[in-house]
């Protein structure tokens, strides 16, 4: 299982050391949360800053885009040179042609979907996917507790993928309330990708912290 440290969590003070460190610490990607403050009610970091973390880093870029139009976020960071873009099911209202606006840029696509929306939501799309992210909070902001029943509802949704013949294809990754506790149960079920916050960047070992979740 791997584990993407979400910067949101972070010392933006000192973001550049901070990233140093947890790419030391054995990351295997940098998750950015970027928010609108209209999808979700906080507001975080855009493209200009994202720039700035690309020439600070070797490793991957894994933005999730809580906002409400994240086609007009996929062209500039495709000049970035991100890795991978995930957006909301939410917030999309024409979610195919979102997904192979990204891939035309060359840049792997994943697909978000909340506690209280259905995995199956997606089944139209998945063709299209390199990534799910199972939200196990709700988005917006960073400390909550993980919601159980998304976690059960993520199980349902890698048995789901496998019975349609994805599994592998298609990574499955969750977001909220990751820590040491929660971290074995994800990794129980299946899940493929962690993305942790305060398990991280809390803990003053950055390197014991990523080891124990993963």
Not at 48 to 68: N, Q
Not at 69 to 74: E, H, I, R
Not at 127 to 148: A, K
């Amino acid at each position: 299982m791997k584990v993407f440290p979400s910067l949101l969590s972070c010392d933006f003070s000192n973001i550049a050391k901070e990233i140093v460190e947890v790419e030391r610490a054995g990351a295997d990607a940098l998750h950015l949360d970027v928010m609108d403050g209209h999808f979700v009610p906080n507001l975080t970091f855009g493209p200009p800053v994202i720039a700035k973390i690309k020439k600070a880093t070797s490793l991957p870029l894994d933005c999730h885009l809580m906002v409400e139009n994240p086609d007009q976020y996929v062209p500039e960071l495709a000049k970035i040179g991100v890795d991978r873009i995930t957006i909301h099911v939410e917030a999309c209202s024409h979610l195919q042609r979102s997904l192979q606006l990204i891939r035309s840029h060359g840049i792997k696509a994943g697909v978000s979907i909340n506690p209280a929306t259905p995995y199956e939501s997606i089944e139209w799309v998945l063709d299209q996917l390199d990534l799910v992210l199972s939200m196990t909070v709700n988005p917006g902001f960073g400390g909550q507790s993980l919601i159980p029943a998304a976690l059960d509802k993520t199980e349902r949704l890698i048995q789901w993928l496998d019975k349609k013949g994805h599994k592998g294809k298609i990574l499955v990754q969750i977001d909220g309330g990751v820590n040491e506790k929660t971290a074995p149960l994800a990794r129980k079920i299946g899940v493929d990708i962690v993305v942790a916050g305060n398990a991280v960047f809390g803990n003053p070992d950055y390197k014991k912290a990523i080891q124990e979740l993963r």
